[in-house]
């Protein structure tokens, strides 16, 4: 069996420790896995048994080698994934297209399930040219085949299932792992493009949908969600108009600056656009919080504001849910010359008094 080990001990600690834990695995000789803080980050095995050309698969994919690192070092060799390895899930060590050896990463079913902690944009009204969704995970998920797998999405008016969402190779997580991206064709949302000519839109105007996210998604230590999600949505016409701060509505008292967008934009880049400077140029420090599904930001200074002039700072990169950004609409006209000068940032100003 393989040894599962968190730091350098006895094999006979480990066989005791495995057997404790309940290991339940059908790994060979040869192979020892190494965690940290409970994750599996990396694998050793004998010079006897390969050499460095080997490579690491996932057993439901012997394709393509997992990405990493392998070292020598005196009798042995160790690989370390680019992202560690997923509980319950076995790996197989190849080289030269033969088998050399398997294992299979330690699952502890004691552990508390992963849960979908959110799907933004939040709302449920949605327009027809909607280009993100984002999934919040309470856990870091696995690695493990296409996140698509594990997501369905059925127009509630033909009853059939449609494919919505952008395949890509490398899929879009944030650096924790516990919020993917996921991008609507982009292609098949701008006008004339060949996609949106050939395939249509993803969405329709007037039709429902419901997006299902499977139980069977697991965490990376391969825990599963244990039932499934639902959102139900509604479409309604493009959303073709950039944005324009011009059109927010500020309400400042020396607790709260409070600040109405009048309709929702991207949750992630808006948590993240916004700064205050007072009249010296300095950045006021608080809290930013995004509510009414992220249609209205909420600004709580750490100390209550002092009397006097502000300036809300905001990236231009900000975007509504159509990608809409404060630079020029998502489906720009290429032939048109926008007169509008492009910048890094916008700002409102407004006085405390």
């Known amino acids: 069996m393989v040894h599962h080990t968190f730091t350098k001990t006895t094999k006979v600690f480990l066989v005791v420790f495995c057997f404790l834990l309940s290991c339940k695995t059908e790994n060979k000789e040869d192979i020892e896995v190494i965690y940290q803080s409970g994750k599996a980050v990396s694998i050793t095995y004998s010079s006897q048994l390969a050499t460095q050309k080997a490579k690491v698969f996932l057993s439901t994919n012997l394709n393509t080698p997992l990405l990493g690192s392998y070292n020598f070092k005196g009798d042995d060799y160790t690989f370390e ?38 799907i933004y944009p939040s709302t449920n009204t949605l327009p027809e040219n909607l280009l993100k969704m984002y999934f919040q995970f309470s856990k870091p998920m696995q690695e493990v085949g296409s996140a698509l797998d594990f997501i369905k999405v059925t127009n509630n008016n033909t009853g059939k299932e449609v ?63 244990g039932k499934p999600y639902q959102k139900t949505f509604n479409v309604v016409e493009r959303d073709v108009k950039m944005l324009h701060i011009e059109d927010w509505e500020l309400l400042v008292n020396l607790d709260v600056l409070t600040v109405h967008f009048k309709e ?61 950004n404060l630079n020029h609409p998502f489906d720009k006209d290429l032939t048109q010359t926008n007169s509008e000068k492009e910048t890094e940032f916008k700002a409102i100003k407004f006085t405390v008094d």
Not at 180 to 192: E, F, H, N, V
């Open 81 to 118: 994934p680019v992202v560690p390895f997923s509980a319950g899930i076995t790996y197989i060590l190849k080289e030269n297209g033969e088998q050399k050896s398997s294992f299979t990463i330690y699952k502890n079913d004691d552990v508390e399930a992963p849960t979908l902690i959110a």
């Open 264 to 324: 929702p934009l991207d949750g992630v880049l808006a948590s993240k656009s916004f700064h205050i400077e007072n009249s010296n140029k300095d950045i006021v420090s608080g809290d930013f919080r995004l509510i009414n599904q992220e249609q209205t930001l909420k600004f709580q200074p750490e100390h209550p504001f002092a009397l006097g002039e502000y300036t809300l700072v905001v990236q231009s990169k900000l975007e509504d849910l159509a990608g809409n």
């Open 163 to 225: 494919d919505v969402f952008l395949e890509l190779n490398t899929e879009l997580w944030n650096k924790e792992h516990t919020r993917l991206t996921l991008w609507l064709d982009p292609g098949r949302i701008k006008t004339d493009l060949i996609p949106n000519k050939e395939k249509g839109l993803p969405i329709l105007k007037g039709n429902e949908y419901t997006l299902t996210i499977d139980s069977n998604w697991g965490d990376a230590q391969g825990n599963t969600l």
